[in-house]
């Protein structure tokens, strides 16, 4: 089965900070990597697809890149509103999808 | 624009099955290539996916959850659901159905949280 290993587990930052979070796949997964934000008492917020694409609404200060095992997730300048815990996940196959652990982000 | 829609009780004894509904709105369910999913959050712990189902009806699990869990559609109500069989406290989370057309599960219902206590 396709594990997905997220770090780091938490991380402190500044509003203004550029952050990047970084997934590594247990196999090569080509770019099938998502990204999610989540808030407390909210639904997920689908972030990125297919590694790089943003979704449609998405700021541009979030990026994402990789291929293969290890992806990226970068926050080009921190808003408060970004403080968040965030999620990758793989959607190819076996099993469908796995989530990472996930990240959370606190301000500093 | 596609919305969904979770429904079921919030309550649930231990041992007994947890049922949930995702009303889809604004769409077809039976609209080729979706993938329609189940995942959960329990209290103070990380995402995880339970199941999916294809719009040609296979179905999709999560291997430490596959022996308790059945996902089915009825597309004369625009509905899918999910049953998780002789549940005890750790499946206590808050519930979500989301659709994947292949840009990742983009669209999620708001949630809903379901408690197993007796």
């Known amino acids: 089965d396709i594990q997905m290993t997220q770090s780091p587990s938490s991380l402190s930052a500044a509003v203004g900070d550029r952050v990047t979070i970084t997934c590594r796949a247990s196999q090569s997964i080509d770019s099938y990597v998502n990204w999610y934000q989540v808030k407390p008492g909210k639904a997920p917020r689908p972030l990125i697809y297919d590694a790089s694409r943003l979704q449609v609404g998405v700021p541009f200060r979030f990026s994402g890149s990789g291929s293969g095992t290890d992806f990226t997730l970068t926050i080009s300048s921190l808003q408060p509103e970004d403080f968040a815990t965030y999620y990758c996940q793989h959607s190819y196959g076996t099993p469908l999808y796995t989530f990472g652990q996930g990240t959370k982000l606190e301000i500093k | 624009q596609l919305q969904l829609q979770e429904s079921g009780p919030g309550l649930v004894k231990p041992s007994e099955t947890l049922s949930l509904t995702c009303s889809v709105s604004?769409?077809?369910?039976?609209?080729?290539?979706?993938?329609w999913s189940w995942i959960r959050q329990p209290p103070g712990k990380g995402l995880e996916w339970i199941g999916s189902i294809y719009h040609s009806g296979t179905t999709y699990y999560n291997p430490s959850l596959k022996s308790r869990v059945t996902i089915s559609v009825d597309t004369s109500k625009n509905q899918f659901s999910l049953n998780v069989t002789s549940v005890t406290a750790p499946d206590t989370a808050v519930y979500y159905c989301?659709?994947?057309?292949?840009?990742?599960?983009?669209?999620w219902g708001q949630g809903t949280t379901v408690t197993v206590s007796s």
């Open positions: 989301a659709s994947d057309y292949g840009y990742g599960m983009d669209v």
């Open positions: 604004g769409g077809s369910i039976s609209t080729i290539s979706y993938y």
